[in-house]
């Protein structure tokens, strides 16, 4: 789970401060670390929206539908059917520690064992471990990689034709799957990776309809969010019904009954769900206040030899169309009284991040130069590796710490209810944590979970600090993602969040690929023993994490300073106009 988790929500697309100082201060840090160029002007003269393509200059603003131009029912009902097709396809890959005791049951990749290991009547050999492992491996590295693609997609095509990838894929997956005991070639691989490629599809292609309440707009996305995290379940409920029939529901059964998901989406798509993205708040009042001034412009040539008096009339009558004719449809949706606490509220989230605008003057290009990209970047590699890889090795690793496979499953079906749960019981407090927490703060508060939950993966002989460890890791789950996510919209900008965000992600996703050589290691090297990988990552994630936090809070430093000073800027223009006004009329 990752996929421009919270700070995509369009409630923040229009996030802007005065930030003459700071872009001093971008130069500064492009200075410092050899990248001084001028600034992007085309990125800083724009309106601020989000792109979700990561390789597009700006999005393109037309082909895109405001709110108050689709009926209120209607809407409803685009986002309720969005949260369910969400709910069951954009993340059930990650689902894979309750999927795979049902594979290893089917006997899948059986044939890899030695006659040794079959003799001896092993429940899982180390062949097929590994062949098992690296599927999920290869599922979740391009989960996270096509999220280039998805965003070139949406951006280009639109949401209907993005999710209808998603739905080709999702119906070849499932197809590969419930027919790859039946084919000569290895259809599990394929087929899971197909699944991994098109949850990301209809996910990121859903996080438009966001607008389609703009005062409501970070609930919506919260719970899409949830959606995808809470999506896990499928192989869960799938597994417990696959038990509960005497393992007469066979994975063919349930794949094939599974293509009624991609069917729904297809109908939804064709019959009620927009064929372009809905505009967002900053779109909306960027067109009502571009109409206003044309017809300001209208009015004033043609009373362009108006007394002052009749002008002042004429700028009153232009602000009685502000607010009763053309934008009403615009203030009807997000309310005079809401929009002002938004913008209160999110000059404190700003102000709170100690960061905000460190980098925002900057190109793309510029900003992946700089520690502040590299850094994140080998923070977030790290941290994906480490949480991949225990999806994927959970149960065995639990049976060499406990010395018991009855205690491993116990563990593992916690695992199983506790991951998609995890998800949804976090997002109200990482919410909290993030808008009044600074940058440099949760950061800390990332690496100290990581390296807590380090420590209590490699304690044996112990059931309560196997719940405990796992406990947290389905709260720092979500919590590592929504915050490298955020940490990548306060410092590089909305301008260019879609290119550096995504590289961050693809560049972790790529990384994962390292999953597979340190499965390798822990069957064929250690003979199944979980520390040493795992004291290796923890190690290697807390050295890394010190130094991102260590640079963070250096330089946060100077972005707080700056900050101050542009508010004493902007405090002094304000008073200044009165005191004239003042003396003129004395």
Same mark, same amino acid.
């Given at each position: 789970?990752?996929?421009?988790?919270?700070?995509?929500?369009?409630?923040?697309?229009?996030?802007?401060?005065?930030?003459?100082?700071?872009?001093?201060?971008?130069?500064?840090?492009?200075?410092?670390?050899?990248?001084?160029?001028?600034?992007?002007? /085309?990125?800083?003269?724009?309106?601020?929206?989000?792109?979700?393509? $990561?390789?597009?200059?700006?999005?393109?603003?037309?082909?895109?539908?405001?709110?108050?131009?689709?009926?209120?029912?209607?809407?409803?009902?685009?986002?309720?059917?969005?949260?369910?097709?969400?709910?069951?396809?954009?993340?059930? &890959?990650?689902?894979?520690?309750?999927?795979?005791?049902?594979?290893?049951?089917?006997?899948?990749?059986?044939?890899?064992?030695?006659?040794?290991?079959?003799?001896?009547?092993?429940?899982?050999?180390?062949?097929?471990?590994?062949?098992?492992?690296?599927?999920? +491996?290869?599922?979740?590295? *391009?989960? =996270?990689?096509?999220?280039?693609?998805?965003?070139?997609?949406?951006?280009?095509?639109?949401?209907?034709?993005?999710?209808?990838?998603? *739905?080709?894929?999702?119906?070849?997956?499932?197809?590969?799957?419930?027919?790859?005991?039946?084919? /000569?070639?290895?259809?599990?691989?394929?087929?899971?990776?197909?699944?991994?490629?098109?949850?990301?599809?209809?996910?990121?292609?859903?996080?438009?309809?966001?607008? +389609?309440?703009?005062?409501?707009?970070?609930?919506?996305?919260?719970?899409?969010?949830?959606?995808?995290?809470?999506?896990?379940?499928?192989?869960?409920?799938?597994?417990?019904?696959?038990?509960?029939? =005497?393992?007469?529901?066979?994975?063919?059964?349930?794949?094939?009954?599974?293509?009624?998901? @991609?069917?729904?989406?297809?109908?939804?798509? %064709?019959?009620?769900?927009?064929?372009?993205? !809905?505009?967002?708040?900053?779109?909306?009042?960027?067109?009502?206040?571009?109409?206003?001034?044309? #017809?300001?412009?209208?009015?004033?040539?043609?009373?362009?030899?108006?007394?002052?008096?009749?002008?002042?009339?004429?700028?009153?009558?232009?602000?009685?169309?502000?607010?009763?004719?053309?934008? %009403?449809? &615009?203030?009807?949706? #997000?309310?005079?009284?809401?929009?002002? /606490?938004?913008?209160?509220?999110?000059?404190?989230?700003?102000?709170?991040?100690?960061? !905000?605008?460190?980098?925002?003057?900057?190109?793309?290009?510029?900003?992946?130069?700089? $520690?502040?990209?590299? #850094?994140?970047?080998?923070?977030?590699?790290?941290?994906?590796?480490?949480?991949?890889?225990?999806?994927? +090795?959970?149960? @065995?690793?639990?049976? !060499?710490?406990?010395?018991?496979?009855?205690?491993?499953?116990?563990?593992?079906?916690?695992?199983?209810?506790?991951?998609?749960?995890?998800?949804?019981?976090?997002?109200?407090?990482?919410?909290?944590?993030?808008?009044?927490?600074?940058?440099?703060?949760?950061?800390?508060?990332?690496?100290?979970?990581?390296?807590?939950?380090?420590?209590?993966?490699?304690? @044996?002989?112990?059931?309560?600090?196997?719940?405990?460890?796992?406990? #947290?890791?389905?709260?720092?789950? @979500?919590?590592?993602?929504?915050?490298?996510?955020?940490?990548?919209?306060?410092?590089?900008?909305?301008?260019?969040?879609?290119?550096?965000?995504?590289?961050?992600? *693809?560049?972790?996703?790529?990384?994962?690929?390292?999953?597979?050589?340190?499965?390798? &290691?822990?069957? /064929?090297? &250690?003979?199944?023993? $979980?520390?040493?990988?795992?004291?290796?990552? *923890?190690?290697?994630?807390?050295?890394?994490?010190?130094?991102?936090?260590?640079?963070?809070?250096?330089?946060?430093?100077?972005?707080?300073?700056?900050?101050?000073?542009?508010?004493?800027?902007?405090?002094?223009?304000?008073?200044? $106009?009165?005191?004239?006004?003042?003396?003129?009329?004395?």
């Amino acid at each position: 789970m990752s996929l421009l988790h919270r700070t995509s929500s369009t409630e923040s697309f229009g996030r802007r401060i005065s930030t003459t100082g700071l872009s001093d201060l971008a130069q500064q840090e492009a200075t410092n670390y050899g990248t001084a160029q001028q600034p992007d002007v /085309k990125s800083t003269g724009q309106s601020g929206k989000l792109t979700y393509n $990561p390789v597009a200059d700006a999005a393109n603003d037309e082909g895109t539908v405001g709110a108050y131009e689709v009926a209120s029912r209607k809407r409803s009902a685009q986002v309720l059917v969005a949260i369910i097709y969400c709910l069951l396809a954009a993340g059930i &890959v990650f689902g894979y520690a309750a999927l795979k005791p049902v594979l290893i049951s089917e006997h899948v990749y059986r044939d890899l064992c030695t006659p040794a290991e079959l003799e001896d009547d092993v429940e899982v050999c180390h062949e097929q471990e590994l062949r098992l492992n690296l599927m999920f +491996t290869i599922a979740a590295v *391009c989960t =996270n990689v096509c999220a280039l693609p998805v965003g070139y997609v949406l951006d280009t095509f639109g949401p209907r034709v993005a999710s209808s990838i998603g *739905c080709v894929l999702l119906t070849a997956g499932s197809l590969l799957l419930a027919f790859a005991s039946d084919v /000569k070639f290895d259809g599990y691989i394929p087929g899971y990776l197909c699944l991994g490629l098109g949850g990301p599809f209809i996910f990121i292609s859903s996080f438009h309809l966001s607008n +389609t309440f703009p005062k409501r707009s970070g609930l919506i996305l919260a719970v899409l969010t949830s959606a995808f995290d809470t999506s896990s379940a499928v192989f869960l409920v799938y597994r417990l019904i696959y038990n509960a029939s =005497n393992y007469t529901f066979t994975p063919k059964k349930f794949f094939l009954l599974y293509l009624i998901v @991609p069917i729904f989406i297809v109908i939804a798509q %064709t019959f009620l769900m927009p064929s372009v993205s !809905y505009k967002t708040v900053g779109e909306m009042i960027a067109k009502a206040e571009a109409e206003q001034d044309e #017809l300001r412009a209208s009015g004033e040539q043609q009373n362009g030899q108006d007394t002052s008096r009749t002008n002042g009339e004429h700028n009153t009558n232009n602000a009685i169309l502000s607010s009763d004719t053309l934008p %009403t449809e &615009v203030t009807s949706l #997000l309310g005079h009284d809401d929009a002002a /606490k938004k913008a209160k509220h999110e000059h404190q989230v700003q102000k709170a991040s100690g960061v !905000y605008g460190a980098l925002h003057h900057l190109s793309a290009w510029q900003q992946i130069r700089t $520690p502040w990209f590299l #850094l994140i970047t080998a923070f977030t590699v790290v941290q994906m590796i480490r949480i991949n890889y225990f999806i994927s +090795t959970v149960r @065995p690793q639990y049976e !060499y710490l406990l010395h018991s496979l009855p205690l491993a499953h116990t563990l593992n079906t916690f695992f199983d209810f506790a991951l998609p749960l995890g998800g949804v019981l976090a997002a109200p407090f990482v919410g909290l944590i993030l808008d009044y927490t600074s940058v440099p703060m949760v950061l800390s508060l990332l690496v100290l979970f990581a390296t807590l939950i380090g420590i209590l993966g490699v304690i @044996p002989n112990s059931l309560a600090f196997g719940y405990t460890h796992i406990s #947290l890791f389905v709260i720092y789950r @979500p919590f590592y993602y929504t915050a490298v996510s955020d940490y990548a919209a306060k410092v590089f900008g909305f301008n260019t969040f879609g290119k550096v965000y995504g590289l961050i992600i *693809c560049t972790a996703g790529i990384g994962n690929f390292v999953q597979y050589a340190l499965d390798w &290691v822990r069957v /064929k090297v &250690v003979n199944g023993d $979980p520390l040493p990988v795992n004291v290796g990552l *923890c190690v290697v994630g807390a050295g890394v994490g010190v130094a991102l936090v260590g640079f963070v809070w250096w330089r946060g430093r100077a972005v707080r300073r700056e900050l101050l000073e542009v508010e004493a800027l902007e405090a002094r223009e304000r008073v200044m $106009p009165a005191g004239r006004d003042g003396g003129g009329d004395g």
